[in-house]
């Protein structure tokens, strides 16, 4: 068995949830009166409007597009009329132009086309497939999937990994992606290897979804070069560089990418959104998403169309029980807390946890008592109490030194500091000023 060095085990009770979860078949759900596509969904430069309002659109429609290699188009997930184009609130807060578009239950559909299976073996046209169905990275930090299939020329890929970690509590969507779209996620993953020359597959999987690792060792079985790869379940397994060195065994450098040590990893969804994009040209309109929480009626996986608001999949899910505390979108480690429920989903949207106010507590930041806990459990071992606080004292450059680029924001020392000390604000405080200086060093 596999397992990253440094990590935390989450209490039983979480484990319970998350099993339930991955016990629930993948349900549809019923259509919004509004579906609302911001234009920026993904890393890189957001896409722009290709379509005017009142004009009708089909589904699978492309409605915005850019000419910037590290963006990604965007396509309509229903039938309908544009209503409106305008800056509309996104998760992270921050108001983004988006497309709204009033569904109608037609559900009309564009025809896709996918490639031959000879055009299939040019890696070109694979990359120009992906990149037409607008899939992005699903695991939640939304890296257009074409730039990942473009290595450096001089990084040669050895081995690919479907990161089927999913290592945060109330989360079961890859689970039930590998259960219910399996083959479609081992399609994705050969397709990967021939584009980019890999090889050797590799299935990551934590021993928490067993039933998920027999079910893709049975489907692997004729594939010589492919391992399904059993890990411990513990938290941030999932996290792209502790899985490489977990899985290969070898250490990206400090501030570098996994194609310096030969890998690739890809989401289970994305895996499987490839696969749909290259056999059969789908774009990527929908998601499985987990609803789940303590606050929610009932824990269910749906497939939502991108771009249905948080609220309408609350209330398709049963609502919510007792009173309230704080909704996220995501993990309960790495998500976001909703201030407004009228955001929509987006590719990168993995789950909606909804915590009552028993689960919940403010924390009240008090200093540092040199407990040393922080440092104690960092997987990438920087050091979170030093780190923030230099940047307490607006000493950014010296956090700089202290290798705070390289943290993964797992939010890990959060957790155990007894100080409740908010490190994960200051640490991307300080690495968004240190982007912006390096830019501005760049101009
Ligand atoms: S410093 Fe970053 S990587 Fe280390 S535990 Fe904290 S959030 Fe995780
Ligand atoms: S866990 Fe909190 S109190 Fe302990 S050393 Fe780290 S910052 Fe200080």
């Known amino acids: 068995m596999k397992r990253i060095k440094r990590g935390l085990i989450f209490p039983e009770r979480y484990d319970e ?4 979860l991955g016990r629930k078949k993948i ?4 259509l919004p009166e509004e579906i609302i596509i911001p234009m920026s969904q993904h890393i890189g430069a957001p896409a722009s409007p290709i379509v005017s309002v009142g004009e009708r659109v089909l589904v699978g429609q492309k409605v915005a597009d850019s000419e910037a290699f590290i963006s990604a188009p965007m396509h309509s997930s229903v039938s309908g009329e544009v209503k409106a184009i305008e800056p509309r609130l996104g998760g992270d807060g921050k108001k983004v132009l988006s497309i709204v578009i009033t569904p109608d239950d037609k559900e009309e559909t564009i025809s896709f ?3 031959s299976d000879e055009e299939a073996k040019d890696p070109d046209r694979v990359r120009a497939a992906v990149r037409e169905a607008g899939v992005v990275g699903m695991g939640g930090a939304g890296f257009p999937t074409h730039v990942k299939l473009t290595p450096p020329k001089d990084k040669p890929i ?3 990994i479907i990161n089927g970690g999913e290592c945060e509590p109330y989360l079961a969507a890859d689970h039930r992606n590998f259960l219910e779209r399996g083959d479609k996620i081992l399609d994705g993953l050969k397709i990967i290897m021939a584009t980019v020359g890999a090889k050797r597959g590799y299935i990551g999987i934590e021993t928490n979804k067993i039933d998920a690792i027999y079910h893709m060792d049975k489907l692997a079985s004729s594939e010589g070069n492919i391992k399904v790869m059993p890990l411990n379940a513990i938290y941030p397994q999932g996290a792209e560089k502790q899985l490489i060195e977990t899985i290969l065994g070898k250490e990206v450098p400090s501030g570098g990418l996994p194609s310096d040590v030969g ?4 989401n ?10 290259v056999r059969g040209g789908r774009p990527l309109i929908e998601r499985t998403i987990s609803v ?4 929610m009626a009932s824990f269910t996986n749906i497939r939502a169309k991108i771009g249905t608001p948080i609220s309408h999949i609350i209330e398709e899910c049963g609502g919510f029980k007792g009173k309230i505390g704080k909704v996220v979108v995501g993990g309960p480690m790495t998500g976001v807390a909703l201030f407004d429920l009228s955001v929509p ?3 990168g949207t993995s789950g909606v946890i909804a915590f009552t106010v028993e689960d919940t507590s403010i924390p009240n930041p008090r200093p540092c008592i040199r407990c040393g806990r922080c440092v104690d459990i960092c997987p990438v071992r920087i050091m979170p109490n030093y780190i923030s606080q230099y940047i307490e004292v607006d000493q950014v450059d010296r956090a700089d030194d202290f290798d705070v680029m390289d943290c993964i924001e797992c939010g890990l020392c959060s957790y155990v500091c007894p100080a409740t000390r908010p490190f994960i604000q200051l640490i991307r405080h300080a690495k968004a000023k240190i982007i912006a200086e390096q830019k501005r060093e760049e101009k």
């Open 158 to 160: 050895f081995d690919v």
């Open 345 to 347: 989903v987006i590719k």
């Open 17 to 20: 949830a998350k099993k339930a």
């Open 113 to 115: 086309k996918g490639l």
């Open 263 to 266: 890998a690739l990893v890809q």
């Open 27 to 30: 349900e549809e759900i019923s």
């Open 292 to 295: 789940s929480g303590h606050g």
């Open 268 to 277: 289970a969804g994305t895996a499987a959104a490839i696969s749909e994009a």
